[in-house]
């Protein structure tokens, strides 16, 4: 039903526009089944997929990742999808309108998106405000993705970094530093050596004094040089974070189906979905190899169907995230794969 009818529908409209739109349908969906009593009919609790990662107990290995929820507004509707997790994110101190529109683009050929969004968000407290009217029923785990505002100049990051991971540390289950979206200028620059080891370093030291620590982990962008993986591998060992996301949209416009009159025309962007898989695989393979496997790491990157994700765990991952599979094959999808995940 999904494939034939409800995504021709909101493929009709902007890919923004439908994302909102779905959204908004989801939630009218969501509210009506629990009205009759029919929510765990529908979408049944799954109780027997457990697994320990980070220290946190997840009910399966599916997460959904960071973007599709950024000011956590939908957890209610979002909670009760399949989901072992949910991140929400990226969000920054101040609220951001982030880039002009249009910023969000379907490449239907190649089961993709590319994406120039800028970290729009309502700010880190609006985001407060929102987890704490959740009532997390199924008992997922949060994970909260922080980032730095637009017009905070990198030498000052840190500063952002640390507030929001302040403000949300009573809030969610852990973080997520976000150093690697190719859509806020600069932004990748973080990931360096020197100013990527300064922000963990701080936020690792925060984390200590608190009476209840949460895993702190790291998402990197497909894009990196051998010699930033050499150097974030090194980090992610001896920094004292619990693991890495791998990976970010990536830069890359090579091997699409999607012809090159169209893709010039979108423009800058992060590029998701099927085209990205086997990137954040390779880069997800060298980072095991170059830790020994002894850094926990969530997959992203191009998981569209149980296939895909079972793949990925198998070759070293301990979860996997979706995102532009989610909007590609809905809520059917979801359940395919965690009907298949071990």
Known sequence: ?????????????????????????????????????LINLIYPVIEDKQISAFGLKFKNQLGLAAGFDKDAKYLDILQYLGFGFLEVGTITPKAQAGNPKPRLFRLKQDNAIINRMGFNNGGVHQMVDNLK?????????????????KTTPNEDAINDYVYCFEQLHDYVDYFVVNVSSPN??????????????????????????QKFPKPILL???????????????????????????????????????????TIESIGNGGLSGVPLHSKAMSIQKAFLEKTNG?????????????????????????????YTGFVYGGVPMLKSITKELP
Do not use: C
């Open 294 to 322: 002894k850094v926990e790491i969530i997959a992203v990157g191009g998981i569209n169907d149980a296939v895909s994700a079972i793949n990925t765990l198998s070759q070293g991952a301990k979860l996997v995230q979706v």
């Open 133 to 149: 009217k959740f009532k997390n029923e199924r008992n997922l785990i949060i994970g909260g993705n922080i980032g730095k505002n």
């Open 1 to 37: 039903m999904y494939r034939f009818f409800i995504r021709p529908f909101l493929f009709l409209f902007p890919a923004e526009t439908a994302h909102h739109l779905a959204l908004r349908l989801l939630s009218i969906q969501i509210r009506i089944l629990k009205i009759f009593g």
């Open 184 to 209: 806020t200028p600069g932004l990748r620059a973080l990931q360096d050596k020197e100013p990527l080891l300064k922000i963990l370093s701080k936020l690792v030291s925060i984390n200590i004094d």
């Open 219 to 261: 998402k990197i962008a497909p894009d990196v040089t051998e010699g930033q993986l050499d150097d974030i591998a090194d980090i992610a060992l001896n920094s004292g974070i619990h693991g890495m996301i791998i990976s970010n949209t990536t830069i890359d416009r090579s091997n699409l189906k999607t012809d090159k009159m």
